[in-house]
């Protein structure tokens, strides 16, 4: 019981539209003594365009004494010409999670009954997809380093570091061998590509080496990332737990949204399991200008989102309330049929209360 600071950036395009209805199932589920006490940030694409702020450094101080953050989505219209690329993925979402050390990335992907995925049957009948994604969330080609010279003459050069520390890829492999020992399977996978990026490579696969002995149960496994898209593709049920970096991760965790029934169900959190900021709910979507303000986006994505920040407070029943909701509403969708934004926030709503 208590309050929770809740801290709600609903953002741009259809990040409003699903954060609504994250919030209504939030209220819905929340256990009986538990308030959420929400302050909202109207951080995005118009405040940058009416401001040119991004993300002031009061605001981050403000954010930063929350029990939790839930987002919706960032990023304005395409080729605005007043937005250039980055300005508020780099400065707004990246900020936040660089500035929360929020090093874990957490992306489940669950194939749910209901789900369609667009697999082939065999593929689906080698097993259950259900695997989770431990995104290093703080590091790699993510940080800013590198630069452009000579920029628009035909000299010039481009380069993003990737940065990759020890510190910050033992915390993430360890913490992803500590969530594949509390699964069935306890199978832990390092994606990466040792055979071209020696020296991260080289320090993702000792430090996994060096972590694993403190995990005995748990089995391990490489594979280089351009193989693990075949595998994901072909024999998903292959994965358990999947530790990988920031980019990596990224493009991962689209195809694994993809195959367990597509993006508009894929939920995330950026996690500091340490707790020495707030973690921060967030879809593994973005902002979908090309259907935004129709009532078009899939909220689910959101509201399993929300999910996780409840299990993340620890209202573990709550949590399970929220998917298990979420799931019987897939479960009865029928093809073809067409519910807006809403009916479907309604829909999950309604059965987690009732
Ligand atoms: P996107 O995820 O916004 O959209 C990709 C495709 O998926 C689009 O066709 C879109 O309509 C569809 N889609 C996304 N969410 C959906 C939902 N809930 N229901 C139904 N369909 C959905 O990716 P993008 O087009 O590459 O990026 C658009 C903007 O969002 C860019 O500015 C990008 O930088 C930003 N972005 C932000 C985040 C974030 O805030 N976490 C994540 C990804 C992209
Ligand atoms: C995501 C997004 C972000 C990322 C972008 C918008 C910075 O694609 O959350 O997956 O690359 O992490
Ligand atoms: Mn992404």
New binding site residues.
Partial sequence: SGTVRLAVIP?D???PE?TTEALKVLEAAAPSGVTFDQTRYDLGAERYLATGEVLPDSVLGEIREHDAIL??????K?NDPNLP?GI??RGL?LKLRFELDHYVNLRPSRLFPGATSPLAPHVLDAGEIDFVVVREGTEGPYTGNGGALRVGTPAEIATEVSVNTAYGVERVVRDAFARAQRRPRKKLTLVHKTNVLVNAGSLWWRLVQAVAPEFPEVSVDYIHVDAAMIFLATDPARFDVIVTDNLFGDIVTDLAAAITG???LAASGNVNPDRTAPSMF??????????AGQQ????T??ILSAGLLLDHLGHPEAAAAVERAAIADMADRSPGATRTTTEIGDAIAARVAG
């Fill in positions: 953002g395009g259809i990040g699903v987002l919706g989505a960032v990023g304005g395409p690329p508020l993925e979402l597509g993006i508009g967030e879809p593994v979507h973005g902002s979908a200008p090309d259907i078009k986006a899939d909220p994505a959101a």
